[in-house]
């Protein structure tokens, strides 16, 4: 059984900064892309980072410099540091564990979403 654990959202004041966390089970962690996606209210689920088995990363131009995606495969877990947070960065986030070729992701497995809401 696939699960996926997205933890680690709240409420930060603009220029905070939070880690969210996304643990993963009954999967080959290691083989798997993993992503971070959002999605806003009344808005489309946007890719925000994604980073490939073999550890390299992208960013959506919107987070670049200020979010890092990471993972430790001992653990299954993948991270979204996340800093410098503005209001504009309110959303759901969902961890994705998927698939990389010819630099298209493809999503595969959804975590439930943590939801991240920046304001003053």
């Known amino acids: 059984q696939v699960q996926l654990v997205d933890s680690g959202g709240g409420l930060v004041q603009p220029g905070g900064s939070l880690r969210l966390s996304c643990a993963a089970s009954?999967?080959?962690?290691?083989?798997?892309?993993m992503a971070w996606y959002r999605q806003a209210p009344g808005k489309q689920r946007e890719l925000v980072a994604h980073?490939?088995?073999?550890?390299?990363?992208n960013y959506a131009d919107s987070v670049k410099g200020r979010f890092t995606i990471s993972r430790d495969n001992t653990k299954n877990t993948a991270y979204l540091q996340m800093n410098s947070l503005k209001i504009e960065d309110t959303a759901v986030y969902y961890c994705n564990a998927g698939t990389y070729y010819r630099n298209s992701i493809s999503p595969g497995y959804w975590g439930q979403g943590t939801q991240v809401t920046v304001s003053s």
């Open positions: 009954g999967i080959i962690f290691s083989i798997y892309t």
């Open positions: 980073i490939t088995s073999g550890g390299s990363t």
